[in-house]
């Protein structure tokens, strides 16, 4: 199975920056995509940005433009560099990875809090 361990999350003033990072172990090579999910109190889960094994990305409309994510191959790492946040960017990130290449089953992260005062 593929093991994901989140970190960076934080408090943050409006218009700051913030940078998420994401180690994925285990069944590295079964990976298609990685990316990160993110939910706020009484909200359903949104698809914050995506990264594919070939290096296409994708992003959620409420962030594109502001967010953007990457990868280090050596580290094992994948990054979300949040700027000019905003209060609504507040929730808890979840870190996920889709190991379909080898037909197993998204895994998910602990989960980091992000919250962005006004």
């Known amino acids: 199975q593929v093991q994901l361990v989140e970190s960076g999350g934080g408090l943050v003033q409006a218009g700051g920056s913030l940078r998420l990072s994401c180690a994925a172990s285990?069944?590295?090579?079964?990976?298609?995509?990685m990316g990160w999910y993110r939910q706020a109190p009484g909200k359903e889960r949104e698809l914050v940005a995506v990264?594919?094994?070939?290096?296409?990305?994708d992003y959620g409309d409420s962030v594109k433009g502001r967010f953007t994510i990457s990868r280090d191959n050596v580290k094992n790492t994948v990054y979300l560099q949040m700027n000019s946040l905003k209060p609504e960017d507040t929730a808890v990130y979840y870190c996920h990875a889709d190991p379909s290449k080898c037909g197993l089953g998204i895994a998910w992260g602990q989960g980091t809090q992000v919250t962005v005062s006004s």
């Open positions: 990264i594919t094994s070939r290096g296409s990305t």
């Open positions: 285990g069944a590295r090579l079964c990976i298609s995509a």
